[in-house]
């Protein structure tokens, strides 16, 4: 393995090689206690966050990580205060704003999953024009949920079948894996390898449920602000250890 400093942020992080992971997803998780901790708003912790992903993202490709999709915004957090939501949903504008440029000219494609119906039209046209400028590109492929629920998912996918059906365009008896699938936000990507979720909470809060169907998961005690490049590189290597046996026996 090699030491290299991956993520602009001045850190040496071996490299993994090997480990067999196409697709990371991360429930980033610990804004808000990692800003209580130090007596600070919510927000902070979300902006220290932001320049979090700013630096996991770019050290994807020499982690040898292709997938990369990223837990923003929950369908739940809307229970969160105003000040809060409204704070986080302009984070993400600026975001796509400040960072365009950077990610087209590093081969990033982005994508983003969740519903977007109920955030504001200038956000929607954000998101739909980072993702038209980076469709070309394929270095890392990055995925941000954004009002994204699992559950949610499921029902828009199962609405668009029954509309199908009624419509005729399939019969019932097609209604198979792949065509839920299909429907769903992710059918362009690969199920993912492995989820992460910071700042010590085990549980998913319906992230991805019907694609982790057989998915490798780890909880790291870490705080998302202050996850780095070589805890995810230390993760990736463990990953390479793990057995995957999707229902079946391996052989001695
Ligand atoms: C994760 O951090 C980011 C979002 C859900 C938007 P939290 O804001 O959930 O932080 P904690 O869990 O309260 O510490
Ligand atoms: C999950 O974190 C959602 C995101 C990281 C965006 P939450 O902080 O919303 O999850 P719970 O409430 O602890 O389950
Ligand atoms: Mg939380």
């Known amino acids: 393995m090699a030491a290299k400093d991956v993520s602009g942020a001045g850190e040496l992080v071996e490299q993994p090689s090997g480990h067999g992971v196409e697709h990371v997803a991360i429930i980033m998780d610990g804004n808000g206690r990692w800003a209580k901790l130090r007596g600070w708003p919510r927000l902070v912790g979300h902006r220290r966050g932001a320049e979090r992903v700013r630096?996991?993202?770019?050290?994807?490709?020499?982690?040898?990580?292709?997938?990369?999709?990223?837990?923003?915004?929950?369908?739940?957090?809307?229970?969160?205060?105003?000040?809060?939501?409204?704070?986080?949903?302009?984070?993400?504008?600026?975001?796509?704003?400040?960072?365009?440029?950077?990610?087209?000219a590093e081969g990033v494609r982005v994508r983003f999953i969740g519903g977007r119906e109920r955030l504001e039209p200038r956000l929607q046209a954000l998101m739909a024009g980072i993702e038209a400028r980076t469709a070309g590109n394929s270095r890392l492929n990055l995925t941000v949920a954004i009002n994204y629920g699992g559950r949610d998912e499921l029902v828009r996918a199962a609405r668009r079948l029954a509309e199908d059906v009624a419509a005729g365009r399939i019969a019932p008896a097609q209604v198979e894996e792949a065509a839920?699938?299909?429907?769903?936000?992710?059918?362009?990507?690969?199920?993912?390898?492995?989820?992460?979720?910071?700042?010590?909470?085990?549980?998913?809060?319906?992230?991805?449920?019907?694609?982790?169907?057989?998915a490798e998961y780890e909880f790291s005690p870490t705080l998302w602000p202050d996850f780095t490049a070589a805890e995810m590189a230390a993760i990736l290597a463990r990953f390479s250890s793990r057995e995957r046996r999707y229902g079946g026996v391996v052989k001695a």
Not at 71 to 91: C, D, H, P, Q
């Open 55 to 104: 630096q996991i993202v770019r050290a994807c490709p020499d982690l040898g990580v292709r997938w990369l999709t990223l837990y923003a915004f929950s369908t739940e957090n809307w229970k969160r205060s105003t000040e809060e939501v409204i704070g986080l949903m302009g984070m993400f504008g600026r975001y796509i704003q400040s960072e365009a440029d950077r990610l087209s």
């Open 180 to 214: 839920i699938s299909a429907r769903l936000d992710t059918a362009d990507l690969p199920d993912p390898d492995l989820i992460i979720r910071t700042s010590g909470e085990a549980r998913t809060s319906n992230f991805l449920p019907w694609q982790a169907a057989y």
